[in-house]
Structure formats: C-alpha cells, structure tokens
C-alpha cells in the first residue's frame, strides 16, 4: 500500500469520524426527548449571530418559543450541548441554593499566552473563589465613599465639556461621550491616571479601552471552536485579545505599579489592592487557602476587568436611560424635580449619602436594567451530574453549559406587565416586595454575582443626577427609534449610537 493511499485513507478516517461526532452532539436532546430547535452545521443554535440576529434576539426567541416546555429547553453552544433555563426555580437552584454545583462560568481563557483572560469574570474553580476572596474588600462602603469624591470632581468636568459641545451643536451623541465621561472616572479610579478622555476623545486610554471591548481577534467560527474546545484551543496558544490591547495594558499597569511602589504612593483604590496582592501584604484567603504572590500578568487581568466592565457597562446603561428619559418627558421632569430637591437641601453639593434619597433615580436605572439589559445572559458549567428537583427527565450532565436568559426574563409579560414599555414603577417599594427577586438579576445573582456592582450603580447614579439638574434631554430628527442593537456585539448596546437634542437649563 503506498504512502499516498494511507494519507488518504487517514484523512478520509478523519472527516468521516469529525462528522460522526458532530452528528451524535447535534442529536442529544432530540434523543432523549427535550424541546430544541434543529441546531445549524456551523453555528449550533445560534444561526444569524453577527449577520440577521444580535446575541439578545436569539435568546428572546428561544425563551419566547420554549417556556412552559419543561424547566429547561436543549440549546447548542457552538458545537457543545447546552442548557438553556427557563424556570426561575431551577435559575435560584443554580446560582443560589446548589452553587456549589455550577460556580464555574465556562468561559475560554488562556492567562499563559493572554494575561487579560486571567480576570475574575473568566477564570474558574478555587484559583476564582480566592481571587474573589481577595478583591472583594475593593467594593466595600468605604471603598466606594473613598472613590465618590473622585467621580463627583470628573463629573463636574463632564458637565463643562457637554455644556460647550451643546452650546456650538445641540444635537449630540451621547453614547460616546457617556463612554469617555466612564473612562475617566475607571481610568482614575482603577489606575490612578487621568486618561483625558473627555476633553480629547482619541485619548489612547480610550481608543485601547474600546478596541478591547469592541474588536475581535478571530472570526465566529474560530471563536466557536475556542469555546467549544478550549482545552485544545489553550494548547494552541489561542488568545481572545489583540496583541496591541495585551500590550497596552499590560505596559500600564506595569509601570503604574513601579511608580507607585518606587515613590510609596498609596491611594486606597483598586490598583493599590492589587499591588499588595502582588507582595502578598494581605491576609490569607478563608478556609486556608493561601493566594500565592501575583504576577503583573495576573494583576492586568484584574485591572483590565475592571476598567472594561466599569466603563463600557455604566456608559451603556447611563446612555439607554437618557433616550428613554428623552421620550418620557414627564418622566425626566419627575427625575429633575428629586434631584433639584436632593441638591437643595445639601446647600447645593452632592454627598455619597445623597444617593439614597433619590429613590425615583434609583427606579429609573433599574427600569432602564430591565429592559436594556446589558448583558443579556449568565453562563455557568455543570461540575457534576445534576437532576432538576421533581423532573428526573431532565439531567445536566458534569461539564455542560448552562444558559440563564435573563434580559428574556426581565421581558416576560407574566413578571412586568407590558414589558415593552419603559415604567419605573416597576421597581416602586410594594412592585419590588410582590415579585420574586430572581426575576430580577441584572447583575447576576449568589455569590458569584457582579462584584463591582455597587461601584457601576453609583458611577450610575452621580453621572445622571448631575446631566438632569444642569440639562433637558429630547429626541430630534436623528434619534433612531427604535433603537437598534448592533448585531455584532454580544452585548446589547445601540447599533449607530444615540443622538438627543441637548439643552442646557
């Protein structure tokens, strides 16, 4: 037999056995009787993604086309079965009572060749509950009373810059703005650097801080495959970044560590908590486990979650707000008239404790979390067998994927009446006390929640409170409605932006 006829026959062996596989993993819950839809050959379940559908729409059609089919519907994750959950029992079960079960997200990452992806958000297992162990303190009440005078200073800066860009053109995009009004404030805050984002909008800082959110460095398919197979992908030396982002980052957070231990510095923020980490200055981790010294690599990672989260979330959010503030009228007025009164009674300043007294604030922001929310899904991964309580039919099996539509949830019209509309009555005192709070869980929920949730809520709230006592917001010619969502980005934010006519008061 010649050595061409055994490549062949190899290479034939090979195709023959990839689709033999790809075939029983896209037939694995037909066969044992759980609702899915017909998975496509190259996208599984998630047909469209990046073309005709965003990453939300796919999850609201399915949540849409399966509730009421059984606690969860069959779902393809790539090439991988998943599950996809539409009982909020199973959703408390999962993230709360049986955590322990499912505190993994599955998510690709490859700290060796790509720093960035050793961040809280992707890694797992106990390397993730020490590290959560030991970040936590960062987001305390101290903490965030440390940070608010910093937000408030460049909040303040923010209203100079709006003001004079209003004044030549009243009609202005606010989304962009928004983001380099945040990247300042995690720039400062994070790193201790003024990015000048908002007087110079191609500020490195940003441009870097965009690109990692906005670009990605291999194509669907190849992204597919790393989430599919990432041990194979890590082995492959796959990174996620870009290497000018990994560079960038990498560079800054580096020589900020330097200047800051060569100079004793300290600024009680969030890069100073990660330099201790790196000297291992802090206590040991609960139960005995230790943390070993962190790498500057491992340190990045941190820093960049927190930067790229804090940023691009709370700007998104802030930015949907003011375009469902601008088509309800009545409702910026209400929201003005609060903070006016807030302003008044603390002689004109706003303090950290202001916050609390603006209740109806706080309802706008999380009406404005409901319908736009995010990050339109939880991921978690099966560590073990698990048998949905009353339902043996339905096992997720050790190593599976687990998907929690939550922005779906947040739309049900049997959980938020009229779901389409934007009411902040959603979230008055007797509205919250009569639902379910896992209904509710923008910023996930258990103990491997958002960390830095209180952080973005008041980075949130000072930066709306601020643009509704100095400005009205209103649409114009040039406001999309509705808003369409950019298809390309697996979280939901405006395809071309958000223009609103700007008036100052």
């Not at 993604?49 to 849409?64: A, G, K, M, P």
């Not at 990247?183 to 191609?202: E, M, Q, R, W, Y």
């Not at 960049?304 to 802030?318: H, I, K, Q």
């Not at 009446?417 to 996930?444: C, H, M, T, W």
């Amino acid at each position: 037999m010649s050595l061409t006829t055994i490549l062949l026959a190899t290479l034939v062996a090979i195709v023959f056995y990839f689709v033999y596989s790809l075939r029983k993993r896209f037939s694995y819950w037909q066969q044992r009787g759980i609702a899915c839809e017909e998975p496509d050959s190259f996208y599984g379940s998630m047909k469209g993604l990046n073309q005709t559908r965003s990453f939300r729409d796919i999850t609201h059609e399915y949540y849409e086309k399966f509730k009421g089919s059984g606690p969860f519907a069959g779902f393809y994750w790539g090439y991988r079965p998943a599950v996809f959950v539409l009982d909020p029992s199973l959703i408390k079960n999962i993230l709360i009572k049986d955590f322990h079960k499912f505190s993994d997200r599955g998510f690709y990452h490859n700290e060796k060749d790509d720093p960035l992806t050793g961040q809280l958000f992707l890694i797992d297992g106990a390397k993730w509950k020490v590290m959560r162990n030991k970040l936590s303190p960062t987001f305390t009440s101290g903490k965030m009373k440390f940070m608010f005078p910093i937000i408030r200073d460049i909040c303040e800066q923010f209203i100079e810059v709006l003001d004079g860009m209003s004044s030549e053109y009243p009609e202005v995009e606010v989304k962009d703005i928004l983001a380099r009004f945040t990247t300042d404030v995690i720039g400062s805050c994070a790193f201790g650097i003024d990015c000048c984002s908002l007087k110079n909008p191609n500020a490195e800082f940003r441009l870097m801080g965009k690109k990692g959110m906005s670009e990605q460095r291999h194509s669907l398919l190849v992204m597919a495959f790393m989430q599919s197979f990432p041990e194979v992908a890590a082995k492959l030396g796959l990174k996620l970044f870009t290497q000018d982002v990994i560079d960038f980052f990498m560079r800054i957070v580096r020589e900020t560590a330097e200047y800051r231990e060569q100079n004793n510095v300290r600024r009680n923020d969030f890069m100073d908590m990660l330099i201790d980490l790196k000297n291992k200055k802090l206590i040991p981790a609960e139960h005995g486990e230790d943390l070993k010294n962190l790498t500057m690599e491992e340190i990045t990672g941190q820093a960049f979650v927190f930067f790229n989260a804090g940023f691009d979330t709370s700007s998104t959010t802030m930015c949907f707000a003011l375009y469902e503030l601008a088509r309800h009228q009545e409702i910026q007025e209400k929201a003005r008239q609060e903070v006016r009164k807030v302003f008044e009674k603390h002689n004109n300043e706003f303090h950290y404790e202001s916050m609390r007294e603006m209740s109806y604030l706080e309802q706008v922001i999380s009406e404005t979390l409901r319908l736009y929310t995010v990050a339109p899904l939880l991921n978690r991964l099966a560590l073990e067998d698990y048998e949905v309580p009353g339902n043996p039919k339905y096992v997720i099996k050790k190593g599976m994927p687990v998907l929690i539509p939550i922005s779906a949830i947040h739309h049900d019209p049997e959980y938020f009446p009229n779901p389409k509309e934007f009411n902040p009555e959603n979230f008055s005192s007797q509205a919250v006390a009569e639902r379910d709070s896992i209904l509710y869980i923008p910023f996930g929920e258990g103990p491997r929640n958002c960390i830095g949730m209180r952080f973005g809520k008041m980075q949130a709230t000072i930066g709306l409170a601020y643009l509704l006592k100095y400005f009205r917001f209103e649409i114009c010619e040039r406001t999309q409605i509705p808003l369409q969502f950019d298809k390309k980005n697996m979280l939901v934010t405006p395809e071309r932006g958000v223009v609103l006519k700007v008036t100052k008061i």
